[in-house]
Nanobody, 115 residues
Framework: QVQLVESGGGLVQAGGSLRLSCVASRSILSFNTMAWYRQGPGTQRDLVASKTSAGTTNYADSVKGRFTISRDNAKSTVYLEMNSLKPEDTAVYYC?????????WGQGTQVTVSS
């Protein structure tokens, strides 16, 4: 069973920055895709950013130019660098990994952006 453990969430003022980390219990080289999703209050869980093992990235329009996803294979970790944060970025952020037909989720980390 794969475990994904997120960290780095917290409370930050608008315009600030946070870096989320997601550590996997096995090498992330085995995952075709790793991604970050978020779910705000009363909303569905939406894709924020993804990165494939080949290096292809994809971002939600709302975070393009502000967020960056990266993978450190040696540390089995995926990061989400978040800059110029806005109150509407407030959500629980979830790490996601896909390998073949299997999908894995972390437990989530809360990000709160105050105005």
């Amino acid at each position: 069973q794969v475990q994904l453990v997120e960290s780095g969430g917290g409370l930050v003022q608008a315009g600030g920055s946070l870096r989320l980390s997601c550590v996997a219990s096995r090498s992330i080289l085995s995952f075709n895709t790793m991604a970050w999703y978020r779910q705000g209050p009363g909303t569905q869980r939406d894709l924020v950013a993804s990165k494939t093992s080949a290096g292809t990235t994809n971002y939600a329009d709302s975070v393009k130019g502000r967020f960056t996803i990266s993978r450190d294979n040696a540390k089995s970790t995926v990061y989400l660098e978040m800059n110029s944060l806005k109150p509407e970025d407030t959500a629980v952020y979830y790490c996601y990994a896909m390998s073949g037909g299997f999908r894995y989720w972390g437990q989530g980390t809360q990000v709160t952006v105050s105005s």
